[in-house]
Nanobody
């Protein structure tokens, strides 16, 4: 029902910034809670941030104060602005959509992921 495509990943130095984008298909984007997860090598997928359809925002402690999630319903796009990046932020970042849940348990639909590499 919903297809998600991430973009904006790449290489960045520590203390730098990146903005990830997730473009969603369909006309029901506004009805979905949206989120970002990440997975580093050898680790489980980790919840990063979520934004509900009413635009309430939630973050994991590791990124609070550095990352900002937002959405533009007119563009069917959710963003993750990442500032003050650290090498430990290196991971594949995944966009997620869910019609009911938000937070660590969300994920009815997933994008393919985009690699973020932060060098020291």
């Amino acid at each position: 029902q919903v297809q998600l495509v991430e973009s904006g990943g790449g290489f960045v130095q520590a203390r730098g910034s990146l903005r990830l984008s997730c473009a969603a298909s369909g006309r029901t984007f506004r009805r979905y809670h949206m989120g970002w997860f990440r997975q580093a090598p050898g680790k489980e997928r980790e919840f990063v941030a979520a934004i509900t359809r009413s635009e309430n925002k939630y973050y994991t402690d590791a990124v609070k104060g550095r990352f900002t999630i937002s959405r533009d319903n007119a563009k069917n796009t959710v963003y993750l602005q990442m500032n003050s990046l650290k090498p430990e932020d290196t991971a594949v970042y995944y966009c997620a959509a869910d019609g009911l849940r938000f937070g660590p348990q969300m994920g009815d639909f997933w994008g393919q992921g985009t690699q973020v590499t932060v060098s020291s």
